[in-house]
């Protein structure tokens, strides 16, 4: 398996398990990974996304993308109180499942001898913001299917 | 510190030998973890005294209360102030304190800079509660 193959099974796993360890009830699938490489293709943000930036060895960016209704009930049982709109404990919330999600994602690389890190997470709130890339990029997007909605992470690794 | 009560069946840590319960402070910037974790250390009988949400406001604490507390945990990534810099100037006050970092990323290098800066352990976020009561246990009873 290449860098790019070890990153996505390695997201695959850590996202799974933060959501059944942090979510109760939590039925999580994978649904049909799409793919692009093109240096002008932005990512779209469908509502609260939490942008993390690979740096080192493996040089990207990740966004952990959820439309605002499903990350009001994912923070509201995280939070184990009722959100209805979007407030800074949500903005929290999101960032730090983004954080857990590729911080165990990113360790198991590490483990394996390869040499990266990641940014702190930026919270990005709106609906069809575009994101460009200033660098060639494959683009992965990953949508997982939650028993409270879509999650979409999305995974742009520098071509070189 | 000696404990005199120590059951891992019902996840209690139990008191001091003055009776009273181990106290502890904990740092983190997001609600949720502070939430979490607050509610396990008072499942293991430990209470928590303080909080804090930035490495700033940690240290400020600390000086009040510095002696009087059993057990610090810490995350690291933070605002202001990274749990690695609130480590370094805990332990330029008391290199004794027992300080437990907490972290989603549990890299072998990140690990090994907290233990070198006074660390007495690291959890690696997602955690399980039962993982979390072993290291405190172990953490109490050793330092």
Do not use: W
């Amino acid at each position: 398996m290449g860098i790019k193959e070890d990153i996505t099974v390695a997201l695959y796993g850590s996202t799974k398990m933060v959501l059944k360890e942090y979510v109760d009830n939590i039925t999580v699938n994978f649904g049909e990974v799409t793919i692009a490489t093109s240096q002008t293709r932005p990512i779209i943000v469908k509502g609260c996304a939490s942008l993390i930036t690979l740096i080192g060895e493996l040089k990207g960016k990740v966004l952990v993308d959820l439309p605002l209704e499903t990350a009001l009930k994912i923070s509201s049982i995280m939070n184990d109180e009722e959100l209805t709109e979007f407030n800074d404990t949500v903005s929290m919330t999101i960032n730090e499942l983004a954080n857990m999600i590729v911080g165990n994602a990113i360790n198991k690389l590490v483990d394996a001898g390869i040499n990266v890190d990641i940014s702190i997470p930026s919270f990005i709130f709106g609906k069809e913001i575009a994101l460009y890339s200033s660098e060639a990029s494959d683009i992965l997007v990953v949508p997982v299917e939650t028993s409270y909605g879509n999650i979409f992470i999305t995974i742009s690794i520098a071509s070189k | 510190m000696e404990l005199i009560k120590h059951d891992p069946e019902n996840l209690f840590m139990g008191t001091k030998r003055d009776g009273k319960k181990l106290t502890c402070m904990v740092v983190d910037d997001v609600p949720f973890m502070v939430k979490t974790l607050s509610k396990l250390l008072e499942k293991f009988g430990i209470e928590v005294v303080q909080t804090a949400a930035n490495g700033v406001e940690a240290v400020e604490k600390y000086k009040t209360l510095k002696g009087r507390l059993d057990l610090i945990t810490c995350d690291i990534t933070m605002p202001e102030m990274d749990g690695l810099q609130v480590l370094e100037k805990v332990m330029q006050f008391d290199r004794t304190q027992r300080v437990v970092m907490i972290s989603a990323l549990g890299s072998k290098e990140k690990v090994k800079t907290a233990m070198q800066l006074g660390a007495k352990y690291f959890i690696v976020k997602p955690f399980k509660a039962e993982d979390v009561f072993r290291i405190l246990s172990f953490v109490i009873t050793k330092f």
